[in-house]
């Protein structure tokens, strides 16, 4: 059974850094196949960072580009969302996420602030 949990949320100043973990397990599952999604307030759910096909490189997000960085430790089935210059728009419930054969399994998330 897939279970994802992420944690490391919190409040932080604009400018500021943040990183999120995600702790996975499951027989089937391959971190390099973990995305990140958030969801803002009022907003709907969506993608952060996502892997390539064959999981080879990770798709960040017009917005975040360049700014947050995906690592991945497949010893220790963890996933990381490193957040650099945090930026008030980028408050919102943070998610991974695993897709395994059209059937998506999510974590309960972890809350983001970015406030001054």
């Known amino acids: 059974q897939v279970q994802l949990a992420e944690s490391g949320g919190g409040e932080v100043q604009p400018g500021g850094s943040l990183r999120l973990s995600c702790a996975v397990s499951?027989?089937?599952?391959?971190?390099?196949?973990i995305s990140w999604f958030r969801q803002a307030p009022g907003g709907e759910r969506e993608p952060v960072a996502q892997?390539?096909?064959?999981?080879?490189?990770?798709k960040y997000a017009d917005s975040v580009k360049g700014r947050f960085r995906v690592s991945r430790d497949n010893t220790e089935n963890m996933v990381y969302l490193q957040m650099e210059r945090m930026e008030p728009s980028d408050t919102a419930v943070y998610y991974c996420?695993?897709?395994?054969?059209?059937?998506?399994?999510w974590g309960q998330g972890t809350q983001v602030t970015v406030s001054a």
């Open positions: 996420n695993f897709r395994e054969n059209d059937r998506d399994y």
């Open positions: 892997p390539s096909r064959f999981g080879h490189y990770t």
């Open positions: 499951g027989s089937t599952v391959d971190v390099y196949f």
